[in-house]
């Protein structure tokens, strides 16, 4: 891999890409996607941010993924 192997930064592009495309297509092309593109944003905010934060403030994020 390109990125040497971080699979996790790989994760973070992909969820958030698709997160800000679909908020694009909903937002300025109109398209309606229903309530679950909240539910999606709530998602990876927890997922790819506060979990992180969480493990890296309490010394319990691994120096290598």
């Known amino acids: 891999m390109g990125n040497g192997g971080n699979y996790w930064d790989v994760f973070n592009w992909i969820m958030w890409g698709y997160l800000w495309a679909t908020n694009y297509f909903s937002h300025n092309l109109g398209r309606k996607y229903g309530d679950w593109l909240y539910y999606l944003t709530i998602f990876a ?7 992180p934060a969480l493990l890296i403030l309490t010394g319990n994020w691994p120096s290598t993924l």
């Open 45 to 51: 905010g927890v997922v790819t941010c506060w979990i």
